[in-house]
């Protein structure tokens, strides 16, 4: 995944599990549509496909965040919303250069939960950056 940022060809580098190449092995079906459809959504908002929103696998030069657009010292970016948020800040920032690489993911096939997310609290925060930053309610 670094490879492209130390090459001087990107600076951000967002993994996809969902591009050509990429893959996951023992996702559950719920997790696997529920994560593309934040896909789209957040696809739409930016205004640029982007295939896998939710994936935490990401690169990027700090230099990026000398970007007077991108403030990271804001209260309300205190959990879950940071991410989508510096994701969100870097596709519509022109200076950046983005781009996906396809990644696998294993998840334990024994294990009942793959992450500490809680249904309802944690998917608004995910989504408070789309409709915060869409809406022009932050910055």
Not at 53 to 74: H, K, V
Not at 80 to 101: D, F, G, N, S, T
Not at 104 to 120: D, L, Q, S, V, W
Request: aromatic share 14%.
């Amino acid at each position: 995944m670094v490879g492209p940022i130390i090459a001087g060809q990107y600076d951000f580098i967002q993994g996809s599990r969902r591009l050509p190449g990429g893959r996951v092995v023992n996702d559950r079906p719920f997790r696997k549509v529920t994560t593309q459809l934040y896909s789209l959504f957040f696809s739409i908002l930016v205004g640029k496909r982007i295939t896998d929103a939710t994936n935490g696998f990401r690169a990027f030069r700090l230099s990026m965040f000398r970007d007077c657009d991108i403030n990271l010292e804001q209260d309300w970016l205190d959990r879950y919303e940071l991410e989508p948020y510096i994701l969100y800040k870097a596709i519509r920032a022109k200076q950046i250069r983005m781009k996906e690489v396809p990644i696998t993911i294993y998840y334990h096939e024994n294990r009942k939960h793959f992450t500490k997310m809680k249904p309802f609290r944690d998917w608004w925060r995910l989504a408070k950056p789309m409709i915060y930053l869409g809406l022009k309610l932050r910055k």
